[in-house]
Antibody, heavy 122, light 106 residues
């Protein structure tokens, strides 16, 4: 079945770095754009970043631009989020999500992982 | 950025009730809108995309309508499993979500 499994979350000090991974299975990973979405404790959803199916284009929320980098390895069916210069306000559950559209992005998210928790605290 | 405003922020309803949630965009987004359902401790689930298209496997009691700046999610007959928080999301430019509407048991 279609599945996304995030990993790499943890506790990090302000200013630190963390790399999240998202392992995909059950679909042709290399044909779909992928998203990262986060949810701070008790808050709503915030889109973080998107990468096209072939990695040719990447888009970021203003809140993370210049600090976070989305990437993918289609040979490993894995999505990544490199997070640098972390701040307390980056504390959240981070979800990876598959775009609904095949190759042509729809910017809707039809499959979600269970999330990984990132806590930025001294 | 395009701001998405949902109303109400919460609604109390009974099983069998018709529930309507609205979402307003700060500028026109054509039909670039989705609705998600999220239950506590779980990932969101896509219900509706392109404002009115029902995602595969989603019960037909869920429907979406609207275009431009005003959108609606309707649950025609609320079921016990529908008590959750619902989010709209615009897909026109830098993606943004509404603040959420919690559907609670009356």
């Amino acid at each position: 079945q279609v599945q996304l499994v995030e990993s790499g979350g943890g506790v990090v000090q302000p200013g630190g770095s963390l790399r999240l991974s998202c392992a995909a299975s059950g679909f042709t990973f290399s044909s779909y754009g992928m998203h990262w979405v986060r949810q701070a404790p008790g808050k709503g959803l915030e889109w973080v970043a998107f990468i096209r199916y072939d990695g040719s284009n990447k888009y970021y929320a203003d809140s993370v631009k210049g600090r976070f980098t989305i990437s993918r390895d289609n040979s490993k069916n894995t999505l990544y989020l490199q997070m640098n210069s972390l701040r307390a306000e980056d504390t959240a559950v981070y979800y990876c999500a598959k775009d609904l559209g095949q190759q042509l992005a729809s910017y809707y998210m039809d499959v979600w992982g269970k999330g990984t928790t990132v806590t930025v605290s001294s | 950025d395009i701001q998405m405003t949902q109303s109400p922020s919460s609604v109390s309803a009974s099983v069998g009730d018709r529930v309507t949630i609205t979402c307003r965009a700060s500028q026109g987004i054509s039909s670039w809108l989705a609705w998600y359902q999220q239950k506590p401790g779980k990932a969101p689930k896509l219900l509706i995309y392109a404002a009115s298209s029902l995602q595969s496997g989603v019960p037909s009691r869920f429907s979406g309508s609207g275009s431009g700046t005003d959108f609606t999610l309707t649950i025609s007959s609320l079921q016990p499993e529908d008590f959750a928080t619902y989010y709209c999301q615009q897909a026109n430019k830098e993606l943004t979500f509404g603040g959420g509407t919690k559907v609670e048991i009356k």
